[in-house]
């Protein structure tokens, strides 16, 4: 058994296209997979950007809102799970904060996730 640590003091800050947010790389697998905790403050932000590979976001902790190349931002909670593919332009942001797992990889596809799904309409949608 061995025991890791992850925590503010080993995050990276990354504020690259205008963002504010802590990311604690997690695992990477041989460039096919990356898996990395996102925290993002109050007032925190992913700036708006393109996926460099088919990324899925999952809330850990807290809310904020997402949106892709529309700009119609819906909001999103514990529990939520985001799934943007290769090349689509995203954004996520918060008032009060949140913890995320993103998990990215050219191997991730809707068909390998395995989560129920949830329409756009269910989500409170703001401009």
Not at 33 to 41: A, E
Not at 51 to 61: A, G, N, R
Request: hydrophobic share 35%; proline share 1%.
């Amino acid at each position: 058994m061995k025991f890791y640590k992850m925590n503010a003091e080993n995050a990276k800050r990354v504020t690259q296209y205008n963002s504010n947010f802590l990311m604690n790389s997690f695992m990477h697998l041989n460039c096919e997979l990356r898996i990395s905790v996102m925290t993002l403050k109050g007032n925190g932000k992913i700036g708006f950007h393109q996926t460099t590979t088919p990324q899925l976001l999952y809330l850990l902790e807290g809310e904020g809102v997402v949106c892709n190349e529309d700009k119609k931002y819906y909001s999103v909670q514990k529990g939520i799970a985001v799934f943007w593919d290769h090349g689509e332009w995203h954004e996520t942001k918060s008032n009060q904060g949140l913890v995320a797992l993103i998990i990215e990889g050219f191997n991730i596809s809707e068909d390998s996730i395995l989560l129920d799904t949830l329409s756009s309409e269910a989500l409170h949608c703001s401009d």
